[in-house]
């Protein structure tokens, strides 16, 4: 039987913009979606994956390799079997989830690459559904970029994501009025962590690093010293992992979480 399900939030978006008005190619990273997903339902519960418009995400080139999964060749052909053919991993709409009922779903997740960035960050309906699962005290976990998410909660996400990308941070200070997780510590992609992605893959500037965006609209960020080491915060409801190492530790935190949920 199974003990509850779990929303994935997937993203859609191909490609990201960059200073000098170019864009650049991105997705979701493939470690990040599948050791969490596969760990959850490991662990007994069933994992829902769900995108803007019901198309499953295109997985970042970057991510699709056995370096993301410890070197381990057939742990990465494992990864890419699970998300090629796995039925858990065909996706719906945000929509019909939230239309079939949030009170459905125990948790939810968000795993990073760059992709949440165009477009999760300011989707009215990934908006709703942190919403819920923040006024329900759900366990939350967004790893990587998957945090940058958690601005779609805001009532004015577009316009704070606007206010970034044209680089007038007081402006997105005050569009971030009444987000509902001003004053919580979490993590995400650092800032240096960010520009070996920008240097080494996207050859160019993205318009906004992650901990800027975040401090920006409230959150207390903490980030690693020592770039790509795992590293996970957990705050009330809401659990953040730093980046693509963190995948495990996450997935742990979750199940955790979920557990005690379940046991309260």
């Known amino acids: 039987m199974s003990k509850g399900k779990v929303l994935i ?9 960059t200073r000098g008005g170019r864009w650049g190619a991105t997705g979701q990273y493939l470690n990040e979606t599948v050791v969490p997903a596969m760990a959850l339902i490991e662990a ?22 056995p370096e993301h999964f410890g070197g381990d060749a057939a742990a990465h052909a494992r990864a890419r079997d699970f998300y090629a053919y796995d039925p858990s991993m065909r996706a719906r709409t945000l929509r019909s989830v939230i239309a079939e009922g949030l009170d459905n779903y125990a948790g939810v997740f968000a795993p ?18 942190l919403r819920h699962f923040h006024a329900k005290a759900k366990p939350t976990a967004l790893l990587c970029h998957g945090p940058i998410s958690s601005v779609a909660a805001m009532p004015y ?60 609209a409230g959150a207390q960020v903490a980030t690693t010293a020592t770039d790509f080491e795992p590293f ?33």
């Open 9 to 17: 939030l997937g993203s859609n978006a191909t490609r990201i913009e």
């Open 157 to 216: 996400a577009r316009e704070f994501r606007a206010a970034l990308i044209a680089g007038d941070a007081a402006k997105a200070a005050e569009w971030a009025e009444g987000w509902p997780y001003a004053g919580y510590r979490m993590t995400v992609f650092s800032a240096t962590e960010e520009k070996v992605i920008e240097d080494n893959i996207l050859h160019a500037r993205i318009y906004f690093d992650m901990p800027f965006a975040l401090t920006t």
């Open 232 to 264: 996970v915060v957990e705050d009330r409801e809401l659990i953040t992992g730093q980046n693509p190492r963190s995948d495990h530790p996450i997935a742990a935190a979750l199940i955790a979480a979920l557990d005690r949920a379940r046991g309260a």
């Open 44 to 65: 007994g519960y069933e994992v829902v994956l769900v995108t803007p418009n019901g198309e499953k995400p295109v997985i970042d080139t970057a991510s699709d390799a």
């Open 112 to 129: 990073g690459g760059q992709a949440p960035i165009v477009d999760l960050m300011q989707d009215q309906e990934v908006g709703d559904i």
